[in-house]
Structure formats: structure tokens, C-alpha cells
């Protein structure tokens, strides 16, 4: 009843602004316990919950007295679908851990195309952005930030990413402040991998519930009992001869030939080439036979790999002319 359309009524909470903890309360509550613990706190929204607190900024987040994270003013969430959530958390883990080629593939598989769409321009100008911060070090690397400089570039490349990407983006630009506030050094991709993970598994353990094991069943028992009156359409057909199979094959007599003309010109390559490194050590025996002043039997392997070099070519070119 205290809350409506303008006004968000919530139950109050004794603490500080985070930006400005009491020292000694955030040296108790370890502060690299605290930024790992918010970090999980907002995975878990995101995997599990599918609802995410979107305006995370500094004075909205909370030390309590007790050295706990609080959060206030849940007046901006985003509400991600089921297969929204997969594909988030996979293209968080994929720019988190530099991975350019994955993050583009799921960016693709999000993303709306524009007119303008250019996959290999997208896909340059993602892998730009992931190697600018390849550098970085631990205590440099802003997840968020990196993410909102890969969803700008997407839009510059005609691929406009959903906008609960944007809003996680943010909502992480303020969440590595805030680590940062709290712990210096605090290992963001660390964190995000590690509890990414585990809540992964958590998920799949609460999707294995009763509801889900009774609905594979109906499907089981569905499909078992169809089963036989498909088998019995199928004899039918097989037995008054009306069964077709439809099969749509590449011609085996042309295929066999073009690889047969490939090996041969591999062997015969193989031969001249067989054939100038014989006559390249025979030019270090010393024989009366010469010609031109080189070992006579050397320039005769040389000359008789040249002719079959100049064969094959002239060969190849009359093949392709006749196939064009």
C-alpha cells in the first residue's frame, strides 16, 4: 500500500554509503569477501532469478552496520527471458576472457541486423575493441565498460545487441567501480568465472525439478503410445510397395575422376620434384661425362624435370580451358 506508479516504498537499512564505509567496519568485513560476494549477488540475478537490479550506482549500495552489502531503490530492473539468460551469461564469460571470436558469434546469434550490415567489418571491429584491453592488468580490466565499447561498436557495424545487454553493460560499469572502491586489486574476471560456474550448475540442478521430470515423462508416454501406429503405416507402405525414399546424391563418376586427375598430378609433381633432387646431389659427383661443364647426368635429371614441369603445366592449362 506505501508504494505506487511514482513512489517505491522499501524497509529501511542501517549503514553507509559504500563510497564512504566507516574504515574499520570495511577492514572487519573484508573488503575482497564483500566485492566477490556483490559480484555473486548480481550473477544470481541474472542466472538464476532472471531479474536484475539495473542502477547499481554508489549510492545505492550500501556497508551495513553488521558489514554486509545492501541494495536500495529497486525503481529500474530488467526482466531477461530464459534463452536471454544462456546467451548473456556465455557473451559476458566470452568478453571477460578476451575470447573475440566466440563473443562475435554470440553477439550474431543476439544481435538484430541493420541495414548497413557488414559481417566482416562487425567482426573486425569486435576483435578491435577485445584486443585494446588484452593488455590491461587485473586491477585495469572494466568488464562493463568493455562491454558497452562491444555493444557501440556492434551498432557501428549494423548489428543492434538487445537492450538487456546495454543495461547489464551499466550495471557492471558500476559494479567495477564499486569492487574497485571496495578492494583495489579485486579480480573481476576471476570472480565473474568462478561464480559464473558455479551458479551454472545450481541452475541446471533447480531446472531437474518434479515438474520437469513429470512433463518428460508425459512426452515418453505420448511418443510410446503413437509409436506402434506409425510402425504399422510404415509396413503397410513397405508392404503394398508404396514406400519412396527421396535421396539426393553428388555424381560418384565426376567426383572419381577429379581426384583421380588430382593424384596423378600430385605424383607426377612428386617425380619431377624427386627428379631435381636427384640431380642436385649428383652435381657433387665428379664424372667425364659433362655437359656445359656441370655432371652430364645431373643436367640430364634437371633437363628431363624441366620437360615434365613444362608438360604438366601445358596440361593443367588445356584441361581448364576445356572445362570453362
Known amino acids: 500500500d506505501l508504494s505506487a ?115 566482416s567489418s562487425f567482426r573486425r571491429r569486435i576483435a578491435q575493441v577485445i584486443v585494446d584491453h588484452q593488455g590491461a592488468t587485473v586491477g585495469e580490466v572494466q568488464t562493463g565498460r568493455l562491454m558497452l565499447e562491444v555493444a557501440r561498436s556492434s551498432a557501428d557495424a549494423g548489428v543492434r545487441l538487445p537492450n538487456e545487454l546495454t543495461l547489464l553493460a551499466k550495471t557492471l560499469l558500476n559494479l567495477d567501480e564499486i569492487g574497485r572502491t571496495l578492494a583495489p586489486d579485486f579480480d573481476v574476471q576471476a570472480s565473474l ?22 512433463s518428460t515423462l508425459l512426452e515418453a508416454k505420448t511418443f510410446a503410445e503413437r509409436l506402434p501406429g506409425r510402425i504399422n503405416r510404415v509396413l503397410d507402405s513397405l508392404a503394398n510397395q508404396e514406400l519412396k525414399l527421396r535421396v539426393e546424391m553428388i555424381d560418384e563418376g565426376s567426383l572419381l575422376d577429379g581426384l583421380q586427375k588430382v593424384a596423378n598430378r600430385i605424383t607426377l609433381g612428386l617425380l619431377i620434384a624427386a627428379a631435381i633432387l636427384g640431380a642436385a646431389l649428383l652435381m657433387r659427383v665428379e664424372t667425364s661425362f659433362r655437359i656445359l661443364g656441370y655432371p652430364g647426368l645431373a643436367m640430364l635429371f634437371f633437363l628431363g624435370a624441366a620437360c615434365g614441369a613444362v608438360w604438366l603445366a601445358v596440361t593443367i592449362a588445356r584441361n581448364d580451358e576445356k572445362t570453362s
Not at 95 to 113: F, K, N, P, S, W
Open 5 to 119: 506508479t511514482r513512489v517505491l516504498t522499501m524497509n529501511y537499512i542501517a549503514g553507509s554509503k559504500i563510497t564512504k564505509a566507516n574504515p574499520v567496519v570495511l577492514a572487519d568485513a573484508n573488503a575482497g569477501e564483500l566485492a566477490d560476494e556483490l559480484f555473486r549477488a548480481y550473477l544470481h540475478q541474472v542466472i538464476i532469478d532472471g531479474v536484475f537490479h539495473a542502477d547499481p550506482h554508489p549510492g545505492n549500495v550500501l556497508l551495513t552496520d553488521d558489514g554486509r552489502i545492501g541494495l536500495l531503490d529497486l525503481g529500474m530492473v530488467s526482466v531477461l527471458a530464459p534463452e536471454l539468460q544462456d546467451r548473456l551469461l556465455h557473451f559476458l564469460l566470452a568478453v571477460a576472457d578476451m575470447h573475440t571470436d566466440r563473443a562475435a558469434d554470440l553477439a550474431l546469434e543476439m544481435g538484430e541486423h541493420l541495414d548497413g550490415y557488414d559481417e
Open 193 to 214: 568465472r568462478q561464480n559464473a560456474n558455479e551458479l551454472m550448475i545450481e541452475r541446471m540442478r533447480r531446472s531437474l525439478n518434479s515438474a520437469t521430470a513429470f
